[in-house]
């Protein structure tokens, strides 16, 4: 059984999908910084509240897309190798996804 940290583990991912995530997280940040203008200028609360709620769901759709590549690659590779301790941490990531 591997009993490496998993702070160490790494992916090196495709330029394509860097590109993608990296893209997705610059709309994203750049959406937290307007909300916190926003809040800066005294802006109306149901019109911050409904910029964060895009914020919240731009951040979901970044996180099943990095899942959902996650599953594509890492896990069928770490299964297809016998690691069946992929499955029990996968399982644990979806639970905390889930909350």
């Known amino acids: 059984m591997d009993h490496a940290c ?23 940040s750049g959406q937290i910084r307007g909300i916190y203008k ?13 910029q964060a709620a895009a914020a919240r769901e731009a951040l979901g759709s970044f ?4 899942l959902e ?7 069928c590779q770490d299964l297809k190798e016998g690691k069946d301790g992929t499955a029990e941490d996968l399982v644990r990531t979806l639970r905390r996804l889930m909350k």
Do not use: F, G, P, W
Not at 8 to 27: C, H
Not at 38 to 50: K, R
Not at 63 to 66: A, E, K
Not at 69 to 75: A, K, L, S
């Open 6 to 28: 998993s702070c160490k583990r790494t992916k090196k991912r495709s330029t394509q999908e860097e590109k993608a995530l990296l893209n997705r997280l610059n709309r994203i």
């Open 38 to 50: 926003m809040v800066e200028e005294d802006a109306y609360c149901t019109d911050i509240l409904t």
């Open 63 to 66: 996180s099943r897309m990095l």
């Open 69 to 75: 590549e996650h599953i594509r690659t890492c896990v």
